[in-house]
């Protein structure tokens, strides 16, 4: 028996899964991801249920999302979220292994050991065997370095991303949390070692336009690579639920030592119900709007939605259902960016 557990499984995956979402091409690579990729960040640890987790990744699976981004840092605790996808992965999703792009990532700190964290040669390649391992897989498709490690040269964390796809265990390389410069000397590395670099995955939603104003979005187009771009919807915060002021029980911001309730203040607020408006004028929700927005670039490939439920995946998938966004709708949701400006609407 494999080390994951039982074989057995209920499962069989909707036959029209490739009918009802957009795939797009990542950067100037051959690989086309999927609108909407899930992310396993949060409560996909040991502190949620382990069959509503699976119902949920399933259910993202029988929705088109084949793209599934997971790091040694998830749980809680680190490396928990990955053990729960090698038990998914063997139990049900093994027969569509194919199918599958399996996102892993290595470099912040998991542990005290100063190779459990940052960029060093012995960290990423460590951290790579230890989530085959977690996952039950012989590669992954992408492999990133999380953040950037000022303290290790560039060329051992480039270098050991190469190492990475040479050994056959990742098929790509990514990088996250990036600045733009500091990007486009690793993809110069890359590229001049003949893996050229694939993604970027980097923070954007309307409360965080710093891939905008940073000038990533630019690069990204001029160096060819794509961006997977994470907490679209500022981690539930450009959605409907905390609108009245309440904190709903279980919410992020209940629960989460990233998400403080002290971002659920009057400024936020009065942004959100702003937003909210727009979104209703154009009959749809804040959290379609919200990724709509991010899905407007086209060099934002995909957008690593998270969900506590089915309801939310199947809500969220549909964003991309509604017209364009119009000049005039774009000028009016830059006024409540999160800088606080829109105070005046
Ligand atoms: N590279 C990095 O450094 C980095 C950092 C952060 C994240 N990521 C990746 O990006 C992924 C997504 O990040 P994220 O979870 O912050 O994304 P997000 O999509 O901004 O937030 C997801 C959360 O919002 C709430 N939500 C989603 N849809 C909703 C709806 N329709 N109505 C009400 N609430 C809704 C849910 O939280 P609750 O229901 O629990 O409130 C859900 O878990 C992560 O899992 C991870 O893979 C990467």
């Avoid at 700190?109 to 391992?133: A, F, M, Q, V, W």
């Avoid at 060329?155 to 486009?184: D, F, I, M, Q």
Wanted: net charge negative.
């Amino acid at each position: 028996m494999p080390a994951h557990g039982p074989t057995e499984t209920t499962y069989r995956a909707a036959d029209d899964r490739y009918e009802k979402l957009e795939y797009r091409r990542t950067g100037s690579s051959g690989l086309d991801l999927p609108a909407f990729s899930f992310g396993l960040w949060q409560k996909f640890g040991t502190d949620y249920p382990y069959e509503t987790q699976r119902e949920i990744v399933l259910h993202a699976f029988d929705l088109g999302i084949t793209h599934f981004d997971n790091a040694n840092r998830y749980g809680p605790p680190h490396r928990a979220a990955e053990k729960f996808f090698g038990r998914v992965l063997s139990r049900d999703l093994a027969p569509h292994r194919d199918e599958l792009i399996l996102s892993t990532k290595a470099g912040n700190p998991i542990g005290p050991s100063p190779y459990l964290k940052g960029g060093s040669r012995k960290s990423l390649l460590t951290s790579l065997d230890h989530s085959l391992r977690d996952l039950g897989t012989d590669y992954v498709d992408i492999f990133y370095s999380h953040s950037p490690d000022p303290a290790t040269p560039l060329e051992e964390t480039v270098g050991a991303l190469v190492s990475a796809v040479g050994s056959g265990k990742a098929l790509y390389a990514g990088l996250s949390n990036y600045s733009p410069e500091r990007a486009h000397e690793a993809a110069e590395l890359l590229r001049a070692a003949g893996v050229p670099l694939l993604v970027h995955q980097p923070r954007y939603s309307i409360f965080d336009r710093r891939p905008e104003t940073g000038g990533l979005l630019k690069l990204a187009a001029e160096d060819g690579f794509g961006l997977v771009v994470y907490s679209p919807l500022a981690q539930g915060l450009l959605t409907d639920k905390y609108l009245d002021g309440a904190i709903p029980q279980g919410a992020r911001a209940h629960n989460s030592a990233f998400l403080s309730p002290d971002a659920i203040d009057d400024g936020y607020r009065e942004r959100a119900k702003a937003l909210n408006e727009i979104a209703r004028g154009r009959g749809q929700s804040l959290a379609q709007l919200a990724l709509q927005w991010v899905l407007r670039q086209p060099q934002v490939t995909s957008a690593i939605i998270g969900a506590s439920s089915t309801w939310q995946l199947d809500h969220n998938v549909t964003a991309l259902d509604f017209p364009p966004l119009t000049e005039e709708e774009l000028a009016l949701i830059d006024r409540y960016d999160g800088s606080g400006a829109g105070a005046d609407a």
